[in-house]
């Protein structure tokens, strides 16, 4: 098993910034690929960012390309999301998640993401 939680969820006005993180506890960290997922009241929940085991590739929602940075540190078993320029339509619960595949993370295959966080809220004021 592997803990997920979130933290640094906030209110935060239009082109602001956050930076979430997700500590990890239980089975090694840096087996696991990880991820950013985002949902909105409504919505459905979407992929944002994801990172493989080493932290050496990431990847983006187009959406968010450019002004989110995902990272992580194996060594405090820690991933970190930086979301700069926040807009309104950011605003949803932020959940991390971790699998073994990072296919999975960044949705190339459909098989359920193994371990997932409870979230932290976000919201973007205009």
């Known amino acids: 098993q592997v803990q997920l939680l979130e933290s640094g969820g906030g209110l935060v006005q239009a082109g602001g910034s956050l930076r979430l993180s997700c500590a990890a506890s239980g089975r090694t960290f840096s087996s696991y690929a990880m991820g950013w997922f985002r949902q909105a009241p409504g919505k459905e929940r979407e992929f944002v960012a994801g990172i493989n085991l080493s932290g050496d590739s990431t990847y983006y929602a187009d959406s968010v390309k450019g002004r989110f940075t995902i990272s992580r540190d194996n060594a405090k078993n820690t991933m970190y999301l930086q979301m700069n320029s926040l807009k309104p339509e950011a605003t949803a619960g932020y959940y991390c998640?971790?699998?073994?595949?990072?296919?999975?993370?960044?949705?190339?295959?459909?098989?359920?993401?193994?371990?997932w966080g409870q979230g932290t809220q976000v919201t973007v004021s205009s």
């Open positions: 998640a971790a699998d073994q595949s990072l296919h999975a993370i960044v949705g190339l295959t459909s098989t359920p993401i193994d371990f």
